[in-house]
């Protein structure tokens, strides 16, 4: 069974630092591209950003692009989003999700692209 739990959220200031972790468990972690997605209220659920299995390809919603970073640790089964220069509009609920994939290369880029999906955490960026 496929899980992942993500942590790191909280509150922070506008212009603020903050970065996210997810530790997958139950799949082979280095064979899954792993993606980034945000919901606030009332809102669709939408890509932040992701990263190739391999590490090597990663890709950024324009919403956050040069503010966002993602890296993954394949030994510790890990992904990170390391967020700075946040935001008001930046606060919603943060997933990771995964996707087990043979391309080295690939990023899904949407919800469906993906088959497991953590808890999600809380993100509020204050002003």
């Known amino acids: 069974q496929v899980r992942l739990v993500e942590s790191g959220g909280g509150l922070v200031q506008v212009g603020g630092s903050l970065s996210l972790s997810c530790v997958a468990s139950g799949l082979t972690f280095s064979t899954s591209a792993t993606g980034w997605f945000r919901q606030a209220p009332g809102k669709e659920r939408e890509f932040v950003g992701g990263?190739?299995?391999?590490?090597?390809?990663?890709v950024y919603a324009d919403s956050v692009k040069g503010r966002f970073t993602i890296s993954r640790d394949n030994g510790a089964n890990t992904v990170s989003l390391h967020m700075r220069s946040l935001k008001p509009e930046d606060t919603a609920v943060y997933y990771c999700?995964?996707?087990?994939?043979?391309?080295?290369?690939?990023?899904?880029?949407?919800?469906?692209?993906?088959?497991?999906w953590g808890q999600g955490t809380q993100v509020t960026v204050s002003s």
């Open positions: 990263v190739s299995r391999n590490g090597e390809n990663t």
């Open positions: 999700a995964v996707r087990p994939l043979y391309f080295y290369g690939i990023v899904p880029t949407n919800t469906a692209g993906y088959t497991d």
